[in-house]
């Protein structure tokens, strides 16, 4: 009960937070649901999301949940609100009980006869649609209700993370959306498990309706929220804050033509929970961690990978631009471009990725800037372009490219990047050491990764190996120069031809098979003496 008492509080402050905005009451949400959270809140955003739709959990004299019940409308003192569920992989397939007892929720929410009741209304549009398409009624009405939505089973990840960094393979956002369709459009709850649902169409044409649902359940959503428990992870540590909850608003805005408010909900301090928007909680988390300066030089403490994970940050800044381009504005560039490009805290950044011998991370995350400034996210004066540019393309010739997907497979980027130089007479030369470094990648025989001359296998800021010949398999094991010094190794996969590699545990077999021998007999004897 004390879980839901939260959970119901700040659904009130979520709404009541809207209504003072707006001066009305959402109608629909869509609400995000990690495993991790879940367990960290104990139930927390599903207790927020039932009494979203006026429905609590009925509990045992043990203090169980053991159904729900409908709060009267009276009681609940506003309409009953309809909000659609995006649980990920992971959720769905530790907290199946959970998924159920939501969905057992939307049913009751349902059946209460209200004229303002906004799920009963929706699904009673829905139905209409799917009985005009030859879906039976009971059928129609099951589908029409399905709240929860995401990847089928088997499946994780929305995928949208991979195409938003592989930005030189899309130019409208619509097509970042619709693999987030595809991905997240299967139906759980009402009787379905995720499964392919498809109709025929009176002429007999086969029509999969799992799509048609699913934008039909996310349109209309006034927000987007997820749920913040701890203070390890935030909006731009990782990449499953954006690819869910950003990919929500994304999928909202291509249905509605507008980005909905994006909340958080912080459970960070239970004595406190708060609603907060996406755009002050990512402040807050940038000025307390990446552009701190403490903050930088422990993390550089942590070499490569410290600088690794630096490089990750400016990726998820990216996700959420191009997911919520509202909650990532220019101030947000331009102070990780003073603090990382410009050293406004005279940290000597630069040097300080070159101790942690990855300045690839540093290169990725220039090109990362450079990149949002051509797809048009992100627009500085031109001497930012320009020194972005020159920082980008003295990397490259210091330590051959990064290659990661935004990089030496990004020819739209080398054309823009190297027509800011060539405009500058001051750049021209860097121009083409860029252009130097990129042949180098494509045509490997021609020249070395380094400036110093010295063969060495470039390693992306992902932390990714290309092959080589020095690193290809079949190699020697290591990476070698052209005075034949060793530069590094290679891990080689090593064993024999069959089903395994493993040497076979003689003695052990042996001993085992005399120990059951040894209890044959036994038995034998007991039973001849019975």
């Known amino acids: 009960p004390g879980i839901y008492a939260m959970g119901a509080k700040l659904a009130k402050e979520l709404t009541e937070g809207y209504r003072k905005r707006h001066g009305v009451y959402p109608d629909k949400l869509t609400m995000n649901l990690f495993a991790i959270e879940t367990i960290r809140h104990e139930g927390v955003m599903e207790s927020q999301i039932m009494h979203l739709m006026g429905i609590r959990p009925q509990w045992d004299e043990r203090g169980r949940v053991i159904g729900v019940e409908a709060l009267p409308r009276s009681d609940l003192g506003r309409q009953r609100i309809d909000v659609t569920i995006l649980p990920t992989g992971l959720y769905r397939d530790l907290f199946p009980n959970l998924m159920v007892l939501l969905d057992n929720a939307v049913s009751l929410a349902r059946e209460q006869k209200e004229e303002d009741n906004a799920i009963r209304a929706n699904v009673s549009r829905t139905k209409e649609l799917l009985l005009e398409k030859g879906i039976e009624e009971e059928r129609a009405e099951r589908l029409a209700s399905v709240r929860i939505f995401t990847e089928e089973p088997g499946s994780y990840g929305t995928g949208i993370d991979t195409v938003i960094t592989m930005s030189n393979t899309w130019s409208k956002e619509s097509q970042v959306s619709e693999v987030y369709f595809r991905r997240m459009g299967h139906p759980f709850g009402q009787g379905f498990w995720g499964e392919r649902v498809v109709t025929r169409s009176p002429s007999g044409d086969r029509e999969e309706v799992n799509g048609l649902l ?317």
């Open 214 to 530: 699913f934008k039909r359940a996310l349109s209309g959503s006034r927000m987007a929220v997820h749920s913040s428990s701890g203070n390890l992870f935030a909006t731009l540590d990782n990449d499953d804050y954006f690819q869910y909850l950003g990919g929500a608003a994304m999928a909202i805005r291509a249905l509605d033509g507008k980005t909905p408010e994006v909340y958080i909900t912080d459970i960070s301090n239970p004595a406190l929970p708060k609603q907060e928007a996406l755009d002050k909680a990512m402040g807050r988390e940038m000025r307390t961690r990446y552009l701190n300066p403490e903050w930088i030089k422990g993390m550089m403490k942590e070499g490569y990978a410290g600088a690794k994970f630096m490089h990750q940050v400016i990726e998820h800044l990216w996700g959420w631009q191009v997911t919520v381009p509202e909650a990532v504005d220019a101030a947000k560039w331009n102070e990780m471009y003073e603090t990382y490009v410009l050293d406004k805290n005279g940290l000597e950044v630069k040097r300080l990725f070159g101790q942690a011998r990855n300045m690839w991370a540093y290169q990725s995350m220039v090109a990362r800037m450079i990149e949002s400034v051509r797809k048009g996210y992100w627009k500085p004066e031109r001497e930012v372009v320009e020194t972005l540019s020159k920082e980008y393309a003295e990397a490259a010739k210091a330590v051959g490219l990064a290659c990661c997907d935004h990089t030496c497979n990004n020819p739209l980027l080398t054309k823009f990047t190297a027509s800011v130089l060539l405009s500058v007479p001051g750049l021209r030369t860097h121009a083409q050491d860029l252009m130097k470094a990129l042949d180098r990648v494509k045509n490997p025989a021609r020249g070395s990764g380094r400036a110093d001359g010295s063969a060495s296998p470039q390693m992306s800021a992902a932390g990714k190996m290309p092959r080589t010949p020095q690193s290809a398999p079949g190699g020697q094991g290591k990476d070698t120069g052209r005075d034949g010094k060793v530069e590094g190794y290679e891990m080689q996969e090593v064993g024999t031809a069959g089903a395994s590699s493993a040497p076979i545990p003689y003695l052990f077999i042996a001993g085992f098979l005399g120990v059951v021998l040894l209890l044959a007999l036994g038995w034998r004897r007991r039973r001849g003496g019975a």
